[in-house]
């Protein structure tokens, strides 16, 4: 890593925190870093990466226009037995896989746009739009086409710590099933639980979350200690997803986390984020990387599945289908 990055570069309790834009002088050492960190956390903290604060802005107040409508209007859009893939997740469906208790949220997805005919039509479901919001459609396309620009800087920083070529993942996410989930945390009462979003690992490849800043996002570490992740405004927050670990063999982690409810006098306030979870296409395999398997490091994933067979699996064990 070079001397002018190590300048760019601040921890969180070890989280790496890093600006992309330090990342295109010296990307060799920007992927280090990364990479590091995701190999012993699983997370990394990112600035300077490329999302205009006027469209983070425009979308935040689409989405919380829409959440702010009657619960009768915002049910017109839930579309059940979908498993959640567009429109409106109401509050208190989602539940973390094993747990007993369902999360204490509702959220709208919106997915790819895709020409007639497409080939991935059928694994990709059409966006539906909500009529009350008028700005809501242009809003958040715009913002999904800004997360879909810094998920490809981030994924080629990825590949350059893997040895891999720049563009590996470049075709694996082409068209790929990414979805932007806009998150209301409703206020809650003092006497409720603690946990808003209970221990969980994300399904896809990476995460891009915006919005993180009110405090209630931890990890958990290798040692089994939670960790809170803070950041500051505008920055992101990117995690590794299943797709990933898998691909990898374990090298890069999927790390257990999870949003815990503030202190008893915050908890009349509301909670936004914004995630973007970044998929491969819906027909690529994920067979694990032969690089990433050694004597000391053997193939945990064996068989191979495509990114759409392993998404409607990991969806199932989450109750949303």
């Known amino acids: 890593m070079t001397t002018d990055l190590l300048d760019q570069t601040a921890t969180t309790d070890g989280i790496a925190s890093l600006s992309v834009a330090q990342?295109?002088?010296?990307?060799?050492?920007?992927?280090?870093?990364l990479g590091r960190s995701f190999e012993v956390y699983g997370f990394a903290v990112v600035r300077d990466h490329g999302i205009d604060p006027t469209v983070i802005a425009r979308a935040e107040a689409a989405a919380k226009a829409f959440f702010a409508l009657p619960e009768a209007v915002k049910r017109q859009y839930h579309q059940p037995g979908t498993g959640g893939a567009r429109g409106l997740t109401p509050f208190g469906i989602e539940t973390a896989k094993d747990a007993s208790a369902v999360d204490l949220k509702e959220f709208w997805h919106v997915g790819r746009e895709l020409p007639a005919g497409h080939p991935f039509a059928a694994e990709m479901a059409p966006n539906v739009w909500p009529d009350e919001v008028a700005d809501f459609r242009d809003a958040m396309l715009d913002l999904y086409a800004a997360f879909d620009?810094?998920?490809?800087r981030l994924l080629s920083a990825i590949a350059r710590y893997l040895k891999l070529d720049p563009d590996f993942f470049v075709d694996t996410?082409?068209?790929?099933?990414?979805?932007l989930r806009l998150l209301h945390y409703p206020p809650i009462g003092a006497e409720s639980p603690s946990i808003r979003a209970g221990a969980h690992e994300d399904i896809n490849t990476i995460t891009l979350l915006l919005g993180a800043e009110e405090a209630g996002l931890q990890l958990q570490k290798k040692d089994?200690?939670?960790?809170?992740?803070?950041?500051?405004?505008?920055?992101?927050?990117?995690?590794?997803?299943?797709?990933?670990?898998?691909l990898t063999n374990g090298v890069l982690r999927s790390t257990t986390h999870r949003v815990m409810n503030p202190p008893p006098e915050r908890r009349g306030v509301a909670r936004y984020s914004m995630p973007f979870f970044l998929h491969f296409r819906p027909d690529y395999r994920i067979e694990t990387l032969p690089q990433t398997i050694s004597a000391e490091r053997p193939n945990q994933f064996p068989d191979s599945i495509t990114a759409h067979a392993y998404l409607m699996q990991r969806l199932r064990e989450i109750k949303l289908i």
């Open 224 to 246: 089994g200690a939670w960790m809170a992740v803070a950041i500051g405004p505008g920055e992101l927050v990117v995690n590794v997803g299943d797709m990933l670990q898998r």
């Open 149 to 152: 620009a810094a998920g490809a």
């Open 23 to 33: 990342g295109d002088i010296d990307p060799e050492g920007f992927a280090e870093a």
């Open 173 to 179: 996410v082409r068209d790929g099933n990414s979805v």
